[in-house]
């Protein structure tokens, strides 16, 4: 499975901006599918994560302001930014594993059990 992000780019803050990701192949039945952001010196973090039957968790950073969403018909995955703030300056990716374990965003668990990454799109917010 490859997953090729875009979508990413500088947008002052207050702004918005969309993410994707679309999936090479999807051949799990079930599966976890998350976006995650690292800034220089930090661990990735979750952002926001869904699973196959659509349930959705959020980091507690961006509750209210990003919507993950997909597509199972383009087999594509969205991440809807809202009101924009410049700590959310940082590389965005999104990844995804068979099943729906430990599948939660505000999980530190989560980014070590992801079987496929994309390379990465920069988010820059200006202030």
């Known amino acids: 499975v490859q997953l090729v992000e875009s979508g990413g780019g500088s947008v002052q803050a207050g702004g918005s901006l969309t993410l994707s990701c679309v999936a090479s192949?999807?051949?799990?039945?079930?599966?976890?599918m998350a976006w995650f952001r690292q800034t220089a010196g930090e661990e990735r973090e979750g952002v926001a994560a869904?699973?196959?039957?659509?349930?959705?968790t959020y980091a507690d950073s961006v509750k209210g302001r990003f919507t993950i969403s997909q597509d199972n018909a383009k087999n594509t995955l969205n991440l809807h930014m809202n009101s924009l703030k410049s700590e959310d300056t940082a590389t965005y990716y999104c990844?995804?594993?068979?099943?729906?374990?430990?599948?939660?965003?505000?999980?530190?668990?989560?980014?070590?059990?992801?079987?496929?990454w994309g390379q990465g799109t920069q988010v820059t917010v200006s202030s």
């Open positions: 990844a995804a594993k068979r099943g729906r374990y430990d599948c939660y965003a505000g999980s530190p668990s989560l980014p070590y059990g992801m079987d496929h």
């Open positions: 192949e999807f051949i799990y039945s079930t599966y976890c």
């Open positions: 869904i699973v196959d039957d659509g349930n959705t």
